[in-house]
């Protein structure tokens, strides 16, 4: 039952397996889902298991279920017309159409039928959300376009609710979030063993008491702590001009995440030349020869920049254009420079796939792993920076 | 199972629900799985299972995660210091290891002689391994002692609420076995619900006014920290101890402090709203 839409699911990137799949049907077979509005909510907690995806999962049920509007849910759509006039005040066409195509008779029954229940439900108490007995339907009046948050009086296909995408913010491979650019930086965590011994050493403890002779020796070692020292380049040039937003959100992830050993942040033009700047003003710079001594090899590198720049810049000696001077080597040359130095770096770039053919970028990719600046971007580079060499 | 067995869970006094999350809820009691619950801090998910609890009248076990925890730990603990020291006196019996072995949450669910809710709280916080390592025990709902050769069964299985705060990605193995759902930052309108189970006698010129405010503060994405539920409510029930209103008054907010929780928003709210230097502490002084 159904099996087609497991397939539209996946076609959609929603990662569902044939497990949670078996568990749906097991649902169903149990009578969890008497409608369709149920059916989405019901499929989409044991099918979609992070919000990131209820997005991908609202285009295929409507792509599924598109056209299926049962008669029994456009009845329910008069019947609460009918109730309450003031609310509604204008029924679609195809309401219109099928109060024609209705018998008045069979509808007033059903209208009747359905104030006895709701009169009958009011008093049961919780049935109603939060309503307190008043109108079933002034949960609906407020927001007809957001979030279905109503009871199975709730009235709205759910090929609506699915239309209405209320999570397309939430995909990860779209929009960029700070929370979300955290969540990706922490996989960073990097447990290694540092602060005071506070944590029982049994094995030690048990060698220390037979060392001697059976009297007790307890002995102690160090908890795990986070070691993970975070490098941050931020491209600030001209083309970047775009992206600034993107950049400070990923900065103020970074920035906000108190679990780093270190995190150091530096800023240059198009390339790293001779300086990097510790500010977006741009005022002192500091020598990059420096830096390479400070900063030890384990620290996780990122740069983030486009990558586009005209190709002098990156492979000529004085291709620097916002420095007038002595320059020392050709940007390229620095970046090799770094990947010598350090053993895990990464480039984002926020500009899009398409672009990759140019040939700076190309040049670029080569010598360091490059990833899209989005949430799955992040993830990949992520992974890289914490893999072994 | 007929449709009444389905909806055990109908939502409590004190807790205002979605339908979504309520269906969510009866869905993983019926089908006997854990029901993983994320969103923004300050959505209620920890009161969901107080909730749940109280209205299907079972105990709560409430497991609070921190990043030290270990799964073993929710199994069981020997306490293997206790022993080595009992042992030095020699006044207690340590021949029975089974003193030594103290059950943990998980544990303790298990051997309930009724059925319990085991709440496993925020469990991103703990180790990337952490969730794994609870799989085979939450599948099977038992596990072995070695050191007394026993097995642990659970009598009843437990109802198992697991709440996440985003702050990591969890396993697929074990998100395969849960049910999710995401607790949306509640709208206006729910909001409004919520805020009257706090406080039935609030004045509805209060409850507009604060609301409103609340919502634009919300709009402002520099925030580092938007303010959340909980915030509103000890907002609210300051502004109902001191008898001001939540107007927005030339960009001032009386009581900000328990909205804006970090010094850096505060700072920026000041500085673009209130056009005053970052740094200075004064408020307006704010009459009624």
Redesign the interface.
């Known amino acids: 039952m159904f099996t087609p839409f497991f397939f539209k699911l996946r076609e959609k990137k929603v ?1 569902v ?1 044939l ?2 799949w078996m ?1 749906l049907m ?2 169903l077979s ?3 889902a ?1 409608n369709l509005n ?1 059916f989405y ?2 499929a ?3 099918l ?4 990131t995806h ?1 997005d991908q999962y609202d285009i295929a049920f409507q792509e599924y279920f598109n056209g299926i509007t049962p008669p029994l849910e456009l009845t329910e759509e008069i019947i609460k017309w009918l109730t309450d006039p003031k609310n509604r005040p204008q029924l679609t066409p195809e309401e219109m159409a099928a109060i024609q195509k209705m018998d008045l008779e069979q509808l007033l029954k059903e209208f009747e039928k359905r104030l006895r229940e709701q009169k009958e439900r009011h008093d049961g108490g ?2 109603w ?2 309503t307190g007995g008043t109108s079933p339907f002034g ?1 609906n009046g ?2 007809p376009q ?7 009086g ?1 009235m709205r296909s759910a090929v609506r609710i699915a239309e209405a995408r209320y999570f397309r913010n939430y995909r990860s491979d779209v929009t960029l979030d ?2 979300q650019l ?2 990706a930086l ?2 960073l ?1 990097k447990l290694n063993r540092i602060g005071p011994e506070d944590e ?1 050493d ?1 094995d030690g ?1 048990i060698n220390a ?1 037979c060392k001697n002779a059976g009297e ?1 020796e ?1 002995k102690w070692k160090r ?1 795990r702590k986070n070691t993970v020292k975070l490098l941050l380049l931020m491209d600030v040039g001209g083309s970047m001009e775009p992206y600034a937003d993107l950049c400070s959100q990923l900065f ?1 992830a970074a920035n ?1 995440l108190s679990y780093f050993r270190s995190f150091k942040y530096y800023y240059f033009h198009n390339c790293p030349y001779d300086v990097l700047y510790p500010d977006i003003q741009q005022r002192q710079g500091i020598p990059v020869e420096h830096l390479l001594k400070i900063l030890e090899p384990d620290y996780k590198v990122i740069f983030v920049g486009d990558a586009c720049m005209s190709p002098s810049e990156l492979l000529d000696r004085y291709g620097d254009i916002y420095f007038h001077g002595y320059q020392k080597m050709a940007g390229i040359e620095r970046l090799k420079q770094f990947k010598s130095h350090f053993s895990h770096i990464v480039w984002l770039n926020p500009e899009r796939s398409a672009l990759r053919n140019y040939p700076t970028v190309q040049i670029i990719g080569k010598l360091f792993p490059m990833f899209d600046l989005t949430v799955d971007g992040l ?1 990949s580079a992520v992974k890289k920076l914490t893999s072994k060499l | ?3 009444k067995s ?1 909806e055990q869970f ?4 004190d807790y ?5 999350l309520k ?2 809820v ?2 993983a009691i ?2 006997q ?1 854990p029901l ?1 619950v ?1 969103g923004e801090p300050g959505t209620g998910k920890t009161l969901l299972a107080h909730s749940i609890a109280s209205a299907l009248n079972k105990e709560l076990i409430i497991w609070n995660i921190k990043s ?1 925890t270990k799964a073993a730990e929710g199994l069981y603990v020997y306490d ?2 206790q022993r ?2 009992d042992s ?1 006196f020699g006044d207690k019996d340590i021949s029975n290891i089974k003193n030594y072995i103290k059950l943990g949450k998980l544990g303790q669910a298990f051997t309930s002689p009724q059925q319990v809710v085991l709440l496993i709280d925020e469990i991103d916080k703990a180790d ?1 391994e952490f969730p794994n390592d609870l799989l085979n025990e939450l599948d099977e709902m038992s596990f072995y002692i070695p050191e007394t050769d026993e097995t642990i069964s659970a009598i009843h299985r437990p109802i198992v609420i697991i709440t996440s705060n ?5 396993p ?1 193995a074990f ?2 076995r ?5 607790i ?1 930052f509640p ?4 909001m409004e ?1 919520i805020v ?2 706090h406080f039935p006698d609030i004045k509805n010129s209060l409850l507009k006014d604060a609301l409103e405010t609340f919502y634009t503060l919300r709009k402002i994405d520099d925030f ?1 920290k938007k303010p959340s539920t909980s915030e509103l409510i000890d907002w609210i029930q300051a502004l109902m101890a001191s008898g001001l209103d939540g107007k927005i008054r030339d960009g001032d907010i009386p009581f900000l402090g328990t909205l804006i929780k970090k010094e850096t928003d505060i700072d920026f709210y000041a500085t673009r709203y209130l056009k005053r230097r970052p740094g200075t502490r004064g408020f307006s002084t704010y009459t009624n």
């Open positions: 990662p397996s497990t949670e568990v097991e649902a149990k009578n969890c008497s149920e909510y019901l989409r907690s044991i979609v298991k992070s919000e209820f919780n049935y959300i939060g949960y407020y927001n957001g979030f279905l948050v109503g009871g199975p709730g700070t929370r955290k969540v922490k996989q965590r029982l049994l403890t008491t007790l307890f908890p103020s906000s993830n | 199972m007929t449709q389905f109908k939502g409590s006094k205002v629900i979605s339908e979504a269906n969510a009866n869905v019926v089908l799985r993983l994320r030290t293997t210091v080595l020291n030095r990337l985003n702050e990591k990605e969890l697929d998100l395969r849960c049910i999710f759902h995401y949306d709208d206006p309108e729910l619900e009257r189970v580092r």
